[in-house]
Each structure stands twice: as C-alpha cells, then as structure tokens.
C-alpha cells in the first residue's frame, strides 16, 4: 500500500523543479506584453490628445534619430553584467550582512548614474513647498549642475540598502539577499535621479526601515518609544517632500497591527503631526498645499480632458517600470510575510491618477512606489531557508532599461 505512495510522491516532486524553470520566462512574457501594450495605449495617447507627448514621457523612445554614445551606454550594461554574476555566485550567500548593504549601495549609485544623472535645479508648480525648499537648498549647497547630480544620486540610491533592512525585517535575510540584485538593477532608477522624487523616495525608504526594526519583538522600553518616534518624524519629513509620501502611513500602521505593537502607532503617529505641525508654524501648512494641489489638478482635468489618459497610463507605466518581477510579486501579494510594506504603495498607485498631484510631469510622482512593488518576489510566508534570487527577471528588465537608454 505504500509503493505507490512513495512513487507518486517522488514523481511530483521532480515535476516541481520544472514548474519553477517555467516560471521566469512566463512572468518575462506577462511583462512585456504589459510593456507593448502600454506603448501602445501611449503611442494612441500622444496621437489623440494635446497633453500626453513628448514633453510628458521624456523616456518615449526615439525622440530623435540621432545617437550620441555616452559613458552610460558602456557603464551601465558592464553594471548589469557585473551584479547579476556576482549574485549567481554561491560567495554571494555567505557575504556579510553590512558587506551586502555597502555593495548593494555602491552598485545602485553605478547604475542609476549610468542611466540618468540630467537632474532638473527646478520642481512642478505642484510640488510641495518642502520639495521646493530642498531642492533650492541642494541647488545653493551643490553650486553646479555636476555637483547637483552627484547629491541626488547618492541620496536617492540610498533606497536600495533601506528597502533591504525592512525586507530583513519582515522576511528575513535570506529574502534580502535574493532580492538585493533585483532592487540594484531595477528599471524605475532611470527616473528616480531626475529630481527631488528620488529623494523623497529614499525618505519613504527610511520610513519603513526604521518602522520595521523598531517593531521587532526585541526592542521594547525606551528603545522601541524613541525607534517610533524616529519613524514618525521622518515620515512628516517624507510627507513634506512629497505628498504621496502620506500613503506610506498606511504599510506602517499594518506592520504595527501586524506585530501587535498598538503603541508605537500612537507614538509615530503624535511624532509625524508634531513635525507637520512645526511645518505649519513656519508657514508651510502641509494639509492646506494639499488642498490647494487637489484643486489644481482638477482644474487641470477640467480645462484639458486629455489628463485622463494617466488613469491607464500611470498603473501601467509603474508595472513596467519595475520590471518582470512585480509578476510574481504581485501574485504572492496575499501570502507573503512583506504584505504590511506593499500595502500603502498599491493604495497609492490606485488613486494617483485621480489625485493629479503632478499634471504636468505626472510619471514622476509614482518612484517612490516602485522598490516596495517588487518585494514580495523573494519573501514567502513560510520563510524558506532557500530562496533563489529571480536573475532571470532582473536581467530582462535591467535589458529593457539599458535599450530605453540607447533610444531615448
């Protein structure tokens, strides 16, 4: 009675490993079908209405036939190939915790430097005040366009080692390290070192890093009361750069449910009006520039019907933007451990679109979504002592990076 158990078992254990084979390329093809057809629904966008073109999708590619060979265009595919055979080395499992987050860092700030370093010195008529004071204070710091760059760079890619402590965190450290190639090489850097969106995106990033350590089971007393208080200030930080920062409070209300921790809500809750309240006394009210914003995005829609295409084209171009391995981040998205850090981010992608906070540069605003997108791709509920690392994927959408380059 037990032949026949044994053999069926054993025969659906050696059909696993090829369902896992086939699951990279079925997730590639799910990506770039989404990606063609979201050049197409952008190609009919730019035909039909006066809104959406050129001056809106700087990445459109092929905006002129003219190539000029850059630095970037030999830097960034050596970058790809570098992280991905270094993460396919067995070397790479045993490296040190902080030797990965320092790498990972470094590799980040290579490849997004490769992509993108053009930083804008100016900001949208609706960014918040906080965003225009920042960015008037790196432009005076800085003192050239060169030295601009290199600030917003080595700020924005910050994201990649704080997004690696929160999925530590919560998924642990062996989800990290299998999802630290996917975060370097994502295809969103190309545009978070254009402005001060990467930074408010790093801000964001430190949110829920801090969030996540501080609601540890380990940390109690005054270390966990001073840990939240710390979150909820850098989240009215990330708030003031940002508006779409807000909906980050959502990811870090659900760890804190999550892992029972109900004072800390309070703490970086009281923390996060305290400094929007500091803001306000100084004449920069965070509650009334959102109003202010929402009513001009909406005398935008109004006077120019064409800003409706972003209801469809912002969902899309953030799918495709973070690459194959949102597929199957967002199909684990309810069994997953990092839930709590995905949920604020998909709320926000759903009503971006209708909230306009950016009409007229209205891809930007998603950046900061884009990291926590992607983090379910490695972190299962059960936490596997085995996790492999989706190269696969992260090579096709550091590919399609790398060819948005060349044709942009």
């Not at 803001?279 to 914003?293: E, K, M, R």
Request: aromatic share 8%; proline share 6%.
């Amino acid at each position: 009675m037990t032949a026949p158990q044994t053999s069926f078992t054993e025969r659906v254990d050696a059909l696993a490993p090829a369902r896992r084979r086939l699951s990279p390329s079925r997730d590639i093809v799910i990506w770039l079908s989404v990606a063609v057809a979201t050049l197409t629904l952008a190609s009919v966008a730019v035909e039909t209405s006066e809104v959406v073109g050129p001056t809106t999708l700087p990445w459109w590619p092929a905006q002129n036939l003219s190539l000029h060979v850059t630095a970037g265009m030999v830097v960034a595919p050596l970058t790809a190939a570098g992280v991905l055979a270094v993460a396919s080395r067995p070397a790479a499992a045993r490296m040190s915790w902080n030797t990965l987050l320092v790498l990972s860092y470094l590799a980040s700030i290579t490849w997004s430097a490769a992509l993108h370093t053009n930083v804008a010195p100016t900001t949208m008529s609706t960014a918040t005040a906080g965003a225009r004071g920042a960015t008037a204070l790196l432009v005076s710091y800085t003192g050239s366009e060169a030295g601009l760059a290199i600030t917003v760079v080595a700020v924005s890619c910050l994201t990649v080692p704080l997004t690696l402590v929160a999925v530590k965190s919560v998924s642990g450290p062996v989800a990290a390290r299998a999802l630290a190639p996917v975060l370097i090489l994502g295809p969103w850097a190309a545009w978070s070192t254009l402005g001060i969106d990467g930074v408010a995106a790093a801000a964001c990033a430190a949110v829920l890093a801090c969030g996540a350590v501080v609601s540890e089971r380990r940390v109690k007393g005054s270390d966990a009361f001073w840990g939240a208080a710390a979150t909820g200030g850098l989240l009215g930080a990330a708030a003031l750069l940002s508006y779409g920062a807000a909906w980050f409070a959502v990811s870090l209300l659900c760890l804190y449910f999550a892992r029972r921790r109900p004072t800390l809500i309070l703490v970086s809750a009281w923390a996060a009006l305290a400094v929007l309240a500091v803001a306000a006394a100084f004449g920069n009210s965070w509650p009334h520039g959102l109003v202010d914003t929402y009513d001009a995005a909406i005398g935008e829609i109004a006077a120019h019907p064409g800003q409706l295409w972003w209801l469809a084209l912002m969902p899309a171009l953030v799918f495709v933007a973070c690459g194959p391995a949102a597929v199957e981040s967002l199909r684990r998205f309810g069994s997953s451990s990092a839930w709590p850090l995905m949920i604020g981010p998909l709320l926000a992608l759903m009503i971006a679109p209708l909230s306009g906070s950016n009409p007229e540069r209205p891809e930007y605003g998603w950046i900061a979504l884009c990291p926590w997108l992607i983090v379910a791709v490695t972190a299962r509920g059960d936490r596997k002592r085995s996790v492999r690392a989706p190269l696969a994927a992260t090579a096709a959408g550091a590919c399609a990076a790398i060819v948005l380059m060349y044709s942009g």
